[in-house]
């Protein structure tokens, strides 16, 4: 599917419509948009396949389809996803298919244990939404980040693991020697291990006019979304490798992006800040705060101001800006017996145990983390010999 463009009629200004493409999105599905809004072809052929009526947001299928409003669950169906698994329980359960997932779910499997990997967004965690990976071992010219995280599953299949799509899990309990996860069509599994590899996403600004705004100019994914805005200009928020980074990418689309940081100066590889500051297409503002997102049905302006006066502020006018300001782990579904830090990474022992036992944790979301693909996968190994043991005790 993620060689077959399905298209999206829909407008901005539709909730229903940034739905689906926030859906699509998280699960790797390109997609062709057609905004309705003073398009009188665009509008014709909505009307032409549900009676008349404007119903969006209207999806067409590559084998052609038709999909009028499908809630998430209806589209994860037509899409082939598959979103229930095959048995009630398991020797393993892992929540999440990053890196450190999918490699701790093929090491347990290659084992011959029964392995369930949930996953609500696209198969292969962040690094599957990521341009390109340059420093994972064994890739000397780099690989694609979809590339890999595609190679990932395939492996992870070959062995035996059985991966659920598009379903978050709610919550997990415990109960004698078994470890229970419900998942938000509310079925229940369980089994004598869960790991838990949901990794973190990126913060959000917390400023009046973002929350609206998401999906209609407000982005986290330069790859997903950034090809949207071809030949425009864009802001990029963030000081970081991964603000620098998808700056990088984001010009091989637009004209012209916009790099506000907070700080005075990147806080980047080397190489990174060198490639940014010899980039015609890249401006570079330190000491810059975004206060605040304008528009009603779409992004319409940046108010921001320098970091040290609260007074000053300017407009600016990109067609979208891309949020990359700093990550939060993936753990408010858990109960509060699992112990966390003040920020809500996971805490977990030298096993990678958390604190209820048989729950072990690894990659981003864990305490500790250094947030490389590399070293998440070597954490998703560690994590599953440490399981091994623990399967023998149960």
Not at 79 to 91: E, F, H, K
Not at 216 to 224: D, Q, R
Not at 229 to 249: D, P
Not at 278 to 303: A, C, F, P, Q
Request: charged residues 25%; glycine residues 10%; negative net charge.
């Amino acid at each position: 599917m993620a060689d077959d463009k399905l298209e999206l009629y829909g407008a901005n200004w539709c909730g229903d419509c940034r739905r689906a493409k926030k859906f699509l999105g998280e699960q790797r599905i390109h997609y062709d948009w057609l905004d309705i809004t003073d398009n009188d072809e665009a509008i014709a052929f909505v009307e032409s396949v549900n009676d008349g009526k404007r119903r969006i947001p209207t999806i067409v299928l590559p084998d052609e389809r038709v999909l009028s409003n499908p809630t998430n669950a209806e589209l994860a169906a037509a899409l082939g996803l598959r979103t229930q698994a095959a048995m009630s329980y398991y020797d393993v359960i892992i929540v999440g298919s990053g890196p450190a997932g999918l490699t701790a779910a093929l090491y347990l499997a290659r084992e011959g244990n029964e392995v369930l990997v949930i996953e609500k967004s696209g198969l292969g965690g962040q690094t599957g939404i990521t341009d390109r990976l340059d420093n994972f071992p064994g890739f000397p010219e780099g690989i694609t980040g979809s590339e890999f995280a595609d190679r990932l599953v395939q492996q992870a299949k070959r062995f035996g693991v059985e991966i659920l799509q598009a379903q978050a899990v709610t919550s997990l309990r415990t109960e004698a020697e078994s470890r229970y996860v419900t998942t938000s069509d509310g079925q229940e599994y369980g089994a004598k291990a869960v790991v838990i590899t949901t990794g973190s996403t990126y913060r959000r600004l917390e400023v009046p006019g973002e929350e609206q705004l998401l999906g209609a100019g407000v982005h986290f994914c330069a790859t997903c979304d950034g090809p949207f805005y071809r030949g425009e200009h864009v802001a990029v928020v963030g000081g970081g490798n991964s603000a620098a980074e998808e700056s990088l990418f984001l010009t091989r689309f637009v004209d012209r992006v916009t790099l506000l940081v907070r700080g005075e100066a990147l806080k980047a590889a080397p190489l990174v800040i060198d490639k940014i500051h010899d980039n015609d297409k890249i401006e570079v503002r330190y000491n810059t705060s975004v206060r605040e997102l304008r528009g009603d049905t779409k992004l319409e302006g940046l108010v921001v101001g320098a970091t040290a006066d609260a007074n000053a502020t300017e407009i600016l006018n990109p067609a979208a800006v891309f949020l990359f300001v700093g990550l939060s782990p993936n753990s408010d579904w858990l109960p509060n017996a699992v112990e966390r830090n003040e920020h809500g990474f996971l805490c977990t022992d030298k096993t990678l145990e958390t604190s209820i036992g048989g729950v072990f944790a690894a990659g981003d979301v864990r305490l500790g983390a250094t947030n490389q693909a590399a070293s998440a996968a070597g954490e998703g190994a560690t994590v599953a010999l440490m399981v091994r043991e623990h399967l023998k005790t149960t």
